[in-house]
């Protein structure tokens, strides 16, 4: 049994999982499999801002220092508990078949649950807390190679915002909702974009 130490320096999870995989078939002397690691990087050297994107863009955009952002974390730590929730397979398939199936995948439908949960039973009577819209991790690995070929090593996400719900009650419209956004942002048109205001608006915090 082999255990490693991973750090987000390094690269997001699918950077550990094809790190892991080639570690094992290597082991096993077996070939790796493709798509092979790659570790060359884009550089955005684009320093505009696409000012028509900073609405949703907002964790970027009103941003408080490293320092700040940091010892938010740990004291989030302290004032929140984790509660976890388990579902069985044929839960999972039932929600994606409420959601309202076709694009709409199973993480969609949880997410959509999750928050309809919400919702309903602790903001209804909330204006200020209610969910109206969410923020998803998207891997945009594969859009295109210009941007990140699929054995890019790196953290190849990012927070995708969505529009607002139609009907923050309804499991289907929010499910939908947060897949027109995750098909948008792997648009390469929408994403290069994106990624280059990110890449000013991250330097501006580091």
Not at 132 to 140: E, G, I, Y
Request: glycine share 2%.
């Amino acid at each position: 049994v082999m255990g490693i130490s991973w750090a987000h320096v390094l690269g997001d999870a699918a950077s550990c999982l094809r790190f892991l995989t080639t570690i094992s078939r290597l082991y096993q002397q077996l070939q790796p499999l493709e798509p092979f690691p790659i570790f060359e990087r884009r550089l955005w050297t684009d320093n505009t801002v696409n000012r028509s994107l900073l609405n949703i863009m907002k964790p970027l955009r009103d941003s408080e220092p490293a320092e700040q952002m940091f010892q938010a974390l740990i004291d989030e730590q302290m004032t929140h508990d984790q509660l976890n929730l388990h579902f069985s397979s044929e839960q999972l398939i039932k929600l994606r078949t409420l959601a309202g199936s076709g694009l709409v995948t199973i993480q969609d439908a949880l997410t959509a649950y999750i928050i309809r949960t919400l919702n309903c039973h602790c903001f209804q009577n909330d204006d200020h807390r209610r969910i109206l819209r969410t923020d998803t991790a998207v891997n945009f690995r594969g859009v295109t190679d210009s941007i990140a070929p699929q054995g890019l090593i790196a953290n190849a996400v990012f927070m995708m915002l969505s529009d607002d719900f139609d009907d923050p009650y309804s499991l289907s419209n929010i499910a939908q909702t947060i897949r027109r956004s995750i098909i948008k942002s792997r648009d390469a048109k929408f994403l290069e974009p994106w990624l280059a205001t990110a890449n000013v608006l991250m330097r501006t915090m580091a």
